[in-house]
C-alpha cells in the first residue's frame, strides 16, 4: 500500500514539475510518512498557483502595470468594495474584521441577498456569519473560515486569501458565464433580429402592396357623385390621399429598401448566407406596383377634373335653367293677365283696333315661343347630361310649358271673344246700314210726287218695285241680323259659361228696335202702294181720254190730207193737159206749216206744197200733243 501512495504522490508532484511550481527539499516519502510543515507547504503552492497565481487584474488608467497574483486579488477586492460604507480593505488581515468586506462583495454582485444598510461595524460577529452563510447557501462556497478565526487582532492572511479566492473565482466564472451568455445571446439575437427583419419585410412587403392594390381598385373607379359638391368632396378626398395617405406609404416602401438592404448586410457582416425576398415582393415587384399605382392616380385625377368641369358645366347651365326659366314665368304670368283683359270698347272701331292689338300680341306670344322651347331644350341637356336636381329641373319645365299651354289657351279664348265682340260690333254696324237703308227708303216713300202724267207714273211704278225689291232684299237683311243677333243671347253648353260680348238688354233692345223699324217700313210700303194704286187709275183714266182726242184729231187730219191730196192730183191733171192755168191757192195764217223734215214737201220746187202724214211724223205729233198745255188743259176739262 505505501509504494501506491509514494506512487500516486509522485505523480502529483511530477505534474507541479510540469506545471512549474517550485518545490524545494520535498518528496513524496515527505508527504506519505506525513510531514505536516510540508505538507501545508505543498498545499498552500497548490492554492497559490492554481487558484490565485491566475488571478489577473488590469489597474485601469492610463500606464497600468501588471500586478501579482496577491496584490491583482487585493486590487480586485478595493475595486468592488468602492464605494461602500465603512469598507476599506488594504490588507487581507485585519482589514477583513469586521466582516463588513465579506458583504460588500456579495452586495457588489448579488445586491438582491444583503441588505447592507441594515449592517453595522461594531456587530462583526453578524456580519461574518451573514456573509459565510450567504456565500454557502447561495453560492456554493464551502466555509473555509469560522468567524472566531477571522475575529481576531491579526487574521491569519494565507486563510483570508483562500477563502476570497473562492469568491474571486466563483464571481469571475459567474462574469465568464455571463459574457459567453452574452455571447451566444448576442448571435442568437441577430438570428432573431435576422429572422424578425425578414419577418417585418415579408409583412410590411404584403401590407404595402394588399394597400396598393387596394388603392388601385378605389381609384379605378369611375362612379363619381352626381353633384358638383359631391365631386368637390372626393376631389378634395384625392388630394387628402395624396397628402396624407400616400406619403406615409412612401416612406414605408423606403424603409423597406433600407430594411432589406440592412438586413442582406447584417447577414453578410455575419457570415450568413444574406436573404432574397420570394418572387412578387422583391424590390422591384413594389416599384412596379408603385408605378401601377401613379398611373392610377394620375388616371384618377384626370377624371376626377373632367367631372369636375363637366359638374361645373351642369351648375352653370342649372343656373342659365333657372334664370331663364324665371324670366319665361314671369313674362308668361304678365302675359296671362295681359291676355285675360277683355277691354275691347263697345264700338267697332275699338274692338277693330283691340283685334289689331290682340294680333300684336299673338305675334309676340308665337314669336315667344322660341325662347320657351330654349329653356326645354336646356332641360332636355340636363336630363341627358344626368343632372342630379333634374326632378326640380323636370318640376319648373313642366310649370314654364303649363303656363305657355294656359296662355295659348287664354289667347285662343281671348281672339274667340274677340271675335264675338267683333261680330257683334259688325252685326250693329249692319244694323246701323239697314236702319239707315229703312231712313232712306222712308223718305222716298213719303215724297208727294206721283207723277205729272202717265210716262211719269209708269217711271214711279217701277221706282217703287224697285223699293219693294230693297226692302225684301232689307227683310232678309233684318232676319239675318235678328239670327246672328240670337246666337250672342243663347247660353252654352250645359257646364259651361258661354261668353257675352255685351249686355244681352242691348241686344234685345236693338234688335227690337231694328225689327220695329222694319215692320213700320213694311207699313208704309202698304200704305204708299194702295195711294199710289189710286193715283195710277186716275192718270191712267186721263191719258186713255187724252188718247182718244188725239186720235179722233189724227182721223180729221188724214181726212183733210187725204181730201187735198185728191185735189192736188187733179189740179195737176188738168195742168199736164193745158186746160188749167193759175196758181196754188195761199195757206192761211195760222194754218199748219209745212214739214222740212218730210223728204216729200221737199222733193222739188214745182211740187206743190205737201202735208206730212207719214206714220213717224205722225206719232211724233201725237206725243207733242199729248204734252201739250192743250192737251193738259183738254184733261183737266175731261176730268170736269
Given at each position: 500500500m505505501r509504494i501506491h501512495c509514494l506512487e500516486n504522490v509522485d505523480k502529483a508532484l511530477s505534474f507541479l514539475y510540469e506545471q512549474r511550481v517550485h518545490l524545494?527539499?520535498?518528496?513524496?516519502?515527505?508527504?506519505?510518512?506525513?510531514?505536516?510543515?510540508?505538507?501545508?507547504?505543498?498545499?498552500?503552492?497548490?492554492?497559490?498557483?492554481?487558484?490565485?497565481?491566475?488571478?489577473?487584474?488590469?489597474?485601469p488608467g492610463p500606464g497600468a502595470a501588471t500586478r501579482s497574483a496577491k496584490d491583482a486579488l487585493l486590487l480586485w477586492c478595493q475595486m468592488k468594495t468602492a464605494g461602500y460604507h465603512n469598507v476599506n480593505i488594504r490588507n487581507f488581515t485585519t482589514s477583513w474584521r469586521d466582516g463588513l468586506a465579506f458583504n460588500a462583495i456579495i452586495h457588489k454582485h448579488r445586491p438582491d441577498l444583503i441588505q447592507y444598510d441594515r449592517l453595522s461595524k461594531s456587530n462583526a460577529m453578524h456580519n461574518l456569519n451573514n456573509a459565510f452563510d450567504v456565500a454557502d447557501r447561495e453560492f456554493g462556497l464551502v466555509k473555509l473560515l469560522d468567524p472566531e478565526d477571522v475575529n481576531v487582532e491579526t487574521p491569519d492572511e494565507k486563510s483570508i486569501i483562500t477563502y476570497v479566492v473562492t469568491y474571486y473565482h466563483y464571481f469571475s466564472k459567474l462574469k465568464q458565464e455571463t459574457v459567453q451568455g452574452k455571447r451566444i445571446a448576442k448571435v442568437v439575437g441577430i438570428d432573431m433580429e435576422c429572422d424578425r427583419m425578414i419577418e417585418d419585410y415579408e409583412g410590411f412587403t404584403s401590407d404595402l402592396l394588399k394597400w396598393i392594390e387596394n388603392v388601385i381598385e378605389t381609384l379605378s373607379d369611375r362612379k363619381f357623385a352626381n353633384s358638383l359638391k359631391g365631386v368637390q368632396e372626393q376631389l378634395a378626398q384625392f388630394n387628402s390621399y395624396r397628402n396624407v395617405e400616400k406619403p406615409p406609404k412612401f416612406m414605408e416602401k423606403g424603409n423597406l429598401e433600407v430594411l432589406l438592404f440592412t438586413l442582406q448586410s447584417k447577414m453578410r457582416a455575419n457570415?450568413?448566407?444574406?436573404?432574397?425576398?420570394?418572387?412578387?415582393k422583391t424590390i422591384s415587384d413594389i416599384n412596379k406596383a408603385w408605378e401601377r399605382l401613379e398611373k392610377a392616380e394620375h388616371e384618377r385625377e384626370l377624371a376626377l377634373r373632367e367631372e369636375l368641369i363637366?359638374?361645373?358645366?351642369?351648375?352653370?347651365?342649372?343656373?342659365?335653367?333657372n334664370r331663364k326659366a324665371g324670366m319665361r314665368e314671369t313674362w308668361l304670368s304678365e302675359n296671362q293677365r295681359l291676355v285675360s283683359q277683355d277691354n275691347f270698347g263697345f264700338d267697332l272701331p275699338a274692338v277693330e283696333a283691340a283685334a289689331k292689338k290682340h294680333e300684336a300680341i299673338e305675334t309676340d306670344?308665337?314669336?315667344?315661343?322660341?325662347?320657351?322651347?330654349?329653356?326645354?331644350?336646356?332641360?332636355?341637356?340636363?336630363?341627358?347630361?344626368?343632372?342630379?336636381?333634374?326632378?326640380?329641373?323636370?318640376?319648373r319645365k313642366d310649370n314654364v310649358l303649363r303656363l305657355w299651354n294656359f296662355l295659348l289657351e287664354l289667347l285662343k279664348a281671348r281672339r274667340s271673344r274677340l271675335e264675338q265682340s267683333l261680330q257683334l260690333q259688325h252685326n250693329f254696324q249692319e244694323m246701323v246700314y239697314i236702319l239707315d237703308s229703312m231712313e232712306e227708303l222712308k223718305m222716298r216713300l213719303l215724297s208727294d210726287d206721283y207723277g205729272k202724267h202717265l210716262v211719269g207714273v209708269e217711271d214711279l211704278l217701277q221706282k217703287h218695285s224697285l223699293v219693294e225689291a230693297d226692302i225684301n232684299v232689307l227683310g232678309e237683311r233684318v232676319k239675318q241680323v235678328v239670327q246672328h243677333s240670337q246666337r250672342f243671347l243663347e247660353d252654352g253648353e250645359e257646364g259651361t259659361e258661354s261668353y257675352k260680348p255685351c249686355d244681352p238688354s242691348i241686344i234685345v233692345e236693338r234688335v227690337q228696335t231694328l225689327e220695329d223699324a222694319y215692320a213700320e217700313l213694311v207699313s208704309q210700303v202698304k200704305i204708299y202702294k194702295s195711294t199710289h194704286s189710286n193715283i195710277v187709275f186716275q192718270k191712267a183714266t186721263e191719258s186713255t181720254l187724252c188718247i182718244?182726242?188725239?186720235?179722233?184729231?189724227?182721223?180729221?187730219?188724214?181726212?183733210?190730207?187725204?181730201?187735198?191730196?185728191?185735189?192736188?192730183?187733179?189740179?195737176?191733171?188738168?195742168?199736164?193737159?193745158?186746160?188749167?192755168?193759175?196758181?196754188?191757192?195761199?195757206?192761211?195764217?195760222?194754218?199748219?206749216?209745212?214739214?222740212?223734215?218730210?223728204?216729200?214737201?221737199?222733193?222739188?220746187?214745182?211740187?206743190?206744197?205737201?202735208?206730212?202724214?207719214?206714220?213717224?211724223?205722225?206719232?211724233?205729233?201725237?206725243?207733242?200733243?199729248?204734252?201739250?198745255?192743250r192737251c193738259s188743259s183738254t184733261s183737266t176739262t175731261a176730268r170736269g
Open positions: 524545494e527539499n520535498m518528496g513524496a516519502h515527505d508527504i506519505v510518512d506525513g510531514s505536516p510543515r510540508l505538507t501545508l507547504g505543498l498545499i498552500w503552492t497548490i492554492i497559490l498557483r492554481f487558484q490565485i497565481q491566475e488571478i489577473v487584474v488590469e489597474e457570415n450568413k448566407a444574406p436573404y432574397f425576398p420570394k418572387e412578387g363637366r359638374q361645373e358645366k351642369l351648375e352653370q347651365l342649372a343656373a342659365r335653367f306670344i308665337f314669336a315667344y315661343e322660341e325662347r320657351v322651347q330654349a329653356v326645354i331644350a336646356v332641360a332636355s341637356e340636363l336630363e341627358a347630361e344626368n343632372y342630379h336636381d333634374i326632378e326640380r329641373i323636370n318640376a182718244v182726242f188725239v186720235l179722233m184729231n189724227a182721223c180729221i187730219v188724214s181726212f183733210r190730207c187725204a181730201l187735198l191730196s185728191n185735189v192736188a192730183h187733179a189740179w195737176k191733171s188738168l195742168a199736164s193737159c193745158g186746160s188749167f192755168t193759175g196758181t196754188w191757192p195761199r195757206r192761211r195764217t195760222g194754218s199748219r206749216r209745212w214739214n222740212r223734215s218730210c223728204p216729200k214737201a221737199t222733193s222739188g220746187t214745182t211740187s206743190p206744197p205737201y202735208i206730212c202724214c207719214c206714220p213717224s211724223t205722225r206719232a211724233l205729233r201725237q206725243r207733242s200733243r199729248a204734252t201739250s198745255p
